[in-house]
């Protein structure tokens, strides 16, 4: 590898992780505005928080592996990413179909995430951080143990919700 092919996947890396750990961020925010909003459903607010849980972990995880490369998060990307979480749980808010919309976005927002880590995971196999990969592949497997979770939730969610209208 050259050493500007191998600079240039230093600085992508580098910015990819500072990218994922503003997503990290918005995930935070888009899970606390659903927390509280899911009484009614106490099996979808219960892997919301152990997820919720989970994304603050990742975002440490992120930091530290930051850290070991000399560079940090951005306030603004991170503030940018928490306004878009607020804004795009609000704009679910007064739907009246706001559970299955939220679970639709999750769903969405989930499958972003792990190729987001997939791609930072095959740029740290590139340049050799091999606690890059296994810091970045344990966040991986939570957000595709997430996915699937959610995956799986879609029917029983809608059907859940089509039924608490009806009996309404």
């Known amino acids: 590898m050259s050493d500007a092919h191998g600079n240039a996947a230093h600085e992508l890396y580098h910015t990819g992780l500072i990218n994922q750990h503003a997503v990290e961020n918005q995930a935070i925010e888009l899970l606390e505005r659903q927390l509280g909003r899911m009484d009614q459903f106490p099996e979808i607010k219960a892997q919301l928080q152990r997820h919720l849980d989970e ?3 990742q975002a440490q995880r992120l930091d530290q592996l930051m850290g070991q490369h000399g560079t940090s998060a951005s306030a603004l990307k991170d503030s940018m990413m928490s306004v878009m979480g607020n804004m795009a749980a609000l704009a679910h808010t007064p739907a009246p179909d706001e559970v299955i919309k939220n679970t639709l ?3 969405a927002f989930e499958h972003f995430e ?3 880590y997939k791609s930072l995971i095959a740029l740290a196999e590139h340049i050799g951080d091999a606690n890059g990969v296994r810091i970045l592949t344990t966040s991986l497997r939570e957000e595709e143990a997430m996915a699937a979770w959610v995956g799986q939730s879609i029917a029983p ?3 859940k919700f ?3 209208k009806a009996a309404a």
Do not use: K, V
């Open 55 to 57: 994304s603050r972990a």
């Open 105 to 107: 976005a999750n769903y």
């Open 114 to 116: 792990i190729a987001a």
């Open 157 to 159: 969610t809608t059907l």
């Open 162 to 164: 089509a039924a608490m």
